[in-house]
């Protein structure tokens, strides 16, 4: 499919969005890329019939070509209120799949509970050499995107959220240069149960993917909770930041010389049941 607008960005108070209509009619589908941080990771949608699923929940294979591998990413179907199908994927995504390297690696500090392990990032040159997306399995209609190259719009992305750390009152260029990022102390995964799932939400068997945001001081004390960006109901943000809040420890970001600043911490929760 060839575009059929211009690449739009929206710079919100704690996410940043770009989105582009691709096809006419019947076949078109807009692409929303969603970002809460400056690095490597989207966060995708995509609406239109092209991308209607009878399936509750899988996974589609992505890819950005020519250059990426194929990769796997898991979706939660949805509509908009004029009933266009959506596809919305339950995590972040990069350019380029992990290798099975750095997927051990990963796996082996999990278990070391070493909970800040930091992978290679996608280069600027890998971000250009980007022309389309293809998306394939478990949908009505696989198709490609022919984005063009993706270096000047994700180049426009980045903008955005180097300005939202200025908006929450971070010094970018510091935190540019950290010798240490804000560290769990305890495994993430952990601080949030099956009991903090809000029972009405459960009852009805609502979903939720809900991405927030904390606020850490130089003691590693989380201060605040924001919520970034959320499929709603409000009853799941209240839940992820009451438990979060109650549950979240860290040892400080360190600036470039190794004294405590003031940073942040962002992931997100997937209500499944």
């Known amino acids: 499919m060839k575009p059929s607008s211009k690449w739009n960005v929206h710079y919100a108070e704690d996410s940043c969005r770009m989105g582009r209509s691709f096809g006419e009619g019947d076949q078109k589908v ?158 993430p995964g952990e601080w949030m149960k099956s009991r903090d799932y809000p029972l009405p939400m459960l009852l009805s068997g609502k979903r939720a993917i809900v991405h927030f945001r904390l606020n850490v001081d130089t003691a590693g004390k989380a201060t605040a909770c924001h919520i970034q960006q959320s499929t709603r109901p409000k009853a799941f943000d209240d839940a992820v930041c009451k438990a979060i809040m109650r549950n979240a420890e860290f040892d400080p970001a360190l600036d470039a010389e190794g004294k405590p600043i003031a940073s942040y911490w962002l992931n997100s929760v997937v209500f499944h049941i």
């Open 30 to 187: 807009v692409l929303m890329i969603d970002r809460y941080q400056p690095g490597d990771a989207l966060r995708l949608s995509f609406i239109g019939k092209p991308a209607y699923t009878s399936l509750n929940e899988g996974s589609i294979r992505i890819r950005f070509g020519p250059a990426e591998a194929e990769q796997e990413a898991e979706f939660y179907p949805a509509a908009l209120a004029d009933k266009t199908p959506s596809l919305i994927l339950r995590g972040s995504v990069r350019i380029a799949p992990y290798s099975p390297e750095v997927r051990a690696a990963a796996e082996a500090a999990l278990k070391a509970k070493k909970y800040d392990f930091e992978v290679p990032e996608i280069t600027p040159e890998q971000e250009a050499a980007v022309t389309f997306i293809e998306v394939t399995r478990s949908i009505r209609k696989p198709f490609i995107l022919e984005t063009g190259s993706l270096g000047a719009p994700l180049a426009a992305l980045e903008k955005c959220t180097d300005e939202l750390l200025d908006h929450w009152g971070i010094d970018v260029a510091k935190h540019a240069a950290l010798s240490r990022r804000p560290k769990p102390r305890s495994n």
